[in-house]
């Protein structure tokens, strides 16, 4: 199982429209604070629509109590980055990775970072976009992964 972590989401109609694909793969969503939204954001229920009771969601109040949670169910860190070390598309994902992505104005934090086992990057062919819109990300990396391990029919 693919899990996906999204650590100090900013904007709520990102976070809703990553969650409506998590509905659509049946993937754990886990959110890491501190958030930039309250949970009961409206633009974050507008952006998941009526999808929110299919999310299997988690949510962290900090990185502490995240790792707690990691630490128990095991598997590896995939963190995505635009200063990661391979390419997405050629990295091998296996059954029990975690993806996590960052917020959308800092990326995931140096020591998350620091903390993965990999570190992974969506190549872009025009080197003056500094990065992808983060729910298009995640929907890139997410079906990628699925793809390699065959959860996709």
């Known amino acids: 199982m693919i899990?996906?972590?999204l650590v100090h989401p900013q904007i709520p109609p990102n976070t809703g429209n990553i969650a409506?694909?998590?509905a659509a793969t049946a993937t754990e969503l886990h959110l890491?604070?501190?958030?930039?939204f309250e949970i009961s954001d409206r633009y974050l229920k507008?952006?998941?629509?009526d999808y929110w009771p299919l999310v299997n969601l988690?949510?962290?109040p900090n990185l502490e109590i995240f790792e707690q949670v990691h630490q128990k169910i095991g598997g590896r860190k995939i963190g995505?980055?635009?200063?990661?070390?391979?390419n997405f598309l050629k990295f091998q994902f296996e059954v029990?990775?975690?993806?996590l992505f960052g917020s959308e104005t800092d990326g995931l934090p140096a020591n998350v970072l620091?903390?993965?086992?990999a570190t992974v990057y969506i190549p872009m062919a025009q080197p003056k976009v500094r990065s992808l819109n983060l729910s298009v990300s995640v929907a890139v990396g997410l079906f990628e992964a699925k793809r390699q391990l065959g959860y996709l029919n």
């Open 96 to 99: 029990g990775d975690w993806l």
């Open 32 to 36: 890491v604070g501190p958030l930039g």
């Open 46 to 49: 507008r952006a998941g629509l």
């Open 3 to 5: 899990r996906l972590v």
């Open 20 to 22: 409506r694909t998590c």
């Open 114 to 117: 620091a903390s993965c086992d």
């Open 58 to 60: 988690s949510y962290h």
């Open 80 to 86: 995505f980055s635009v200063s990661g070390q391979e």
